[in-house]
């Protein structure tokens, strides 16, 4: 009776490696592996939205995140027991065209980590996908949270608008450079009765681009100042 017990629970324990670990695609591992992607995909949008430092709707791309997560686990769970599918899946991407353009690195990152977990999970590695996506997400998290905090220098276009400046760019280039880190002259309009400059600068910290406010106005009269984020504006 004991031998009898002791096969059955060999054979129990085989059946459960192969439901793990076999070919075959199995609804039960399937399910377990979807909502581990779910789980993921969620933290995955969180890390965007937190710690992204993208221009666009940030809620719009991250929507797309769990959608790109467990698709891509079904897909790989079907195709990796059968080399014919595989071969299909090849062959039906190679007609696909995606033409919404990736605007920022960033984004690409994401939807790279987005894959990856997918791919993992449909492959069965769910332990190590999930151990190293989160290491991933909180290393990246941990590095911009620090790159936040000891790199202020920030990157602005300058516009300087007034009157004939008549020699006067000398004593306005002197300004911006002494307040500035950098300060690169990109633009210089004149007209009869109106000048344009734009400078590209780098700020280090808040008070520096007040002083440069303050000084051109002493200085000059009827003068208008724009500071503008240069992640905001294309290159001039």
């Known amino acids: 009776m004991a031998e009898v017990d002791k096969i059955k629970e060999v054979d129990m324990m085989q059946n459960l490696n192969q439901l793990w670990s076999g070919d075959e695609l199995l609804l039960p591992i399937l399910i377990v592996n979807l909502f581990i992607g779910f789980i993921l995909s969620i933290v995955v949008m969180y890390h965007y939205r937190k710690f992204s430092s993208v221009l666009t709707n940030k809620s ?112 306005i280039v002197d300004i911006v450079s002494s307040h500035s880190a950098k300060a690169d002259m990109r633009r210089y309009q004149v007209s009869d009765n109106f000048s344009n400059i734009v400078f590209f600068v780098d700020i280090e910290d808040v008070i520096s681009l007040d002083a440069i406010t303050q000084e051109l106005k002493q200085k000059y009269e009827g003068i208008s100042i724009s500071f503008i984020d240069q992640s905001n504006m294309p290159a001039i």
């Open 60 to 171: 719009t791309i991250s929507r797309v995140f769990p959608f790109i997560v467990l698709t891509t686990i079904l897909i790989i769970s079907i195709v990796k027991s059968s080399l014919a599918l595989s071969l299909g899946l090849v062959g039906a991407l190679s007609i696909v065209r995606f033409r919404t353009p990736i605007k920022e690195p960033e984004e690409l990152a994401y939807l790279f980590i987005s894959i990856a977990i997918g791919l993992g999970l449909g492959a069965n590695q769910t332990i190590n996908t999930v151990v190293s996506s989160l290491l991933i997400l909180i290393m990246m998290g941990l590095i911009k949270k620090k790159m936040d905090v000891s790199m202020y220098t920030k990157d602005y276009y300058l516009s300087i608008d007034m009157d004939n400046v008549e020699g006067d760019l000398p004593g």
